[in-house]
């Protein structure tokens, strides 16, 4: 069976897509591609970059109280720029389209609803799913609930036929949320979550969309992958691949390490180091898509890590550098499976309202998140069949 491709977009040009997605497959037998879109802009806010981080808590469901800084973040959960790698999807029959993260941080499938409360702004603001209008609508009912920092999300369990990239999925269940958490999802490109994480942690043990693709014999192998291309065009952003990984997107060999807990693609690191000083031994980390920065699950090692590449704090949560001085700090050398990754300064401090943020911020001492700022620099292999992680340098 061929290799599947499918990739993400952050904007809603839905029609030109799906255009788009049939040309590819007709063009080439043996994998179906659909360019990788991402935000344009390439500077990110500061509330933006706050609002990462107090989402990110949410959705580790982290307390004020499981935190060593003494002042958190309020700011609500923004859209924020150049931060998420987006893709549609379509459920039902005739299609309904929608824009969403495929996250690896998290489980559970999830779509606004039709008939989600009047005053749900995030849910009215977005595409919502109408189960009325597909003629593949098996009902369900049953309750499901969802618990962010923020709050509950609610709704309940839904199955019908979804399609990603080509690949068509029959009998999958997902949420329909009639109530979104607090103001998290408000503004929010997106429209829901595909979660791409182990079916254990899902909702009601309800398979995630990978499971079936690879239980229906959609994929022939039970892999996937992402290459986020940093430095490309909204249009032209990267790729997550199905089914398999793509030797054109990295350098040399991945590297691979067993998943230590499954649930989230956890996994132990060896080290993390500056300028051969090791800041942290032995310690767990996620590889998440669904967030953009380092979460360092430590707070000595959070404020030792910033001082070391040379920042300053900035607040509770940021740390900065002189923006003259960005191509002059060290690399960080992450340490993984016996194998060195080492990031360079470029790609770990971004640009905010003319300041040079260190893309290392503590949430709490809980566990390392390793989201965009690493995966967009070394591809990422999730291989469920065998449990493991792989890394290799992104070409």
């Known amino acids: 069976m061929a290799q599947r491709a499918f990739t993400i977009k952050s904007n809603k040009m839905f029609k030109h897509l799906v255009i788009m997605a049939v040309i590819s497959a007709v063009q080439c037998a043996d994998v179906v591609r659909i360019p990788l879109h991402r935000h344009e802009k390439s500077h990110r806010t500061l509330a933006s970059v706050r609002a990462e981080i107090a989402g990110l808590r949410s959705k580790y469901n982290v307390t004020k109280t499981q935190t060593q800084t003494q002042s958190v973040s309020k700011e609500t959960l923004i859209n924020s720029e150049n931060m998420g790698y987006y893709g549609n999807i379509s459920i039902g029959t005739p299609p309904q389209y929608f824009l969403v993260l495929f996250d690896t941080g998290s489980s559970d499938f999830w779509i606004p609803s039709s008939n989600c409360l009047t005053k749900d702004y995030a849910c009215h603001d977005h595409h919502r799913y109408n189960s009325s209008k597909s003629s593949t609508y098996i009902p369900n009912g049953k309750q499901a609930g969802m618990l962010y920092g923020s709050g509950d999300m ?87 691949i199905l089914g398999g990984s793509d030797p054109k997107y990295y350098r040399g060999n991945i590297s691979y390490v067993p998943v230590t807990q499954q649930g989230y693609w956890q996994f132990k690191v060896d080290s993390i180091s500056v300028n051969g000083t090791t800041v942290k031994r032995n310690f767990q980390a996620i590889a998440d898509t669904g967030t953009s920065l380092i979460a360092v699950g430590d707070y000595e090692a959070f404020v030792a890590l910033n001082e070391k590449i040379g920042a300053k704090r900035f607040d509770a949560d940021n740390f900065y ?73 992104a070409a």
Not at 167 to 195: M, R, S, Y
Not at 361 to 366: G, I, L, Q, S, V
Not at 387 to 392: E, I
């Open 321 to 393: 550098v002189n923006c003259s001085t960005v191509a002059s700090l060290p690399n960080v050398d992450i340490g993984i499976g016996g194998k060195n990754f080492s990031l360079a300064p470029s790609t770990y401090i971004h640009h905010s309202n003319g300041l040079c943020l260190s893309s290392f911020f503590y949430m709490a001492d809980y566990i390392w998140v390793l989201g965009d700022t690493f995966i967009g620099n070394f591809y990422t292999e999730f291989d469920l069949g065998n449990n493991r992680v792989g890394f290799a340098t």
């Open 154 to 240: 609610s709704g309940y369990f839904s199955t019908d036929t979804v399609r990603i990239g080509g690949l068509i999925i029959t009998n999958q269940t997902f949420v329909e949320a009639t109530k979104e958490p607090g103001n998290t999802f408000n503004h929010k490109h997106f429209d829901g979550i595909v979660g791409m994480a182990y079916r254990s942690f899902a909702s009601d043990h309800v398979a995630p969309p990978f499971y079936n693709m690879w239980s229906q014999h959609l994929i022939s192998k039970d892999i996937f992958s992402f290459y986020l291309a940093r430095n490309g065009s909204s249009q032209q952003g990267g790729e997550l």
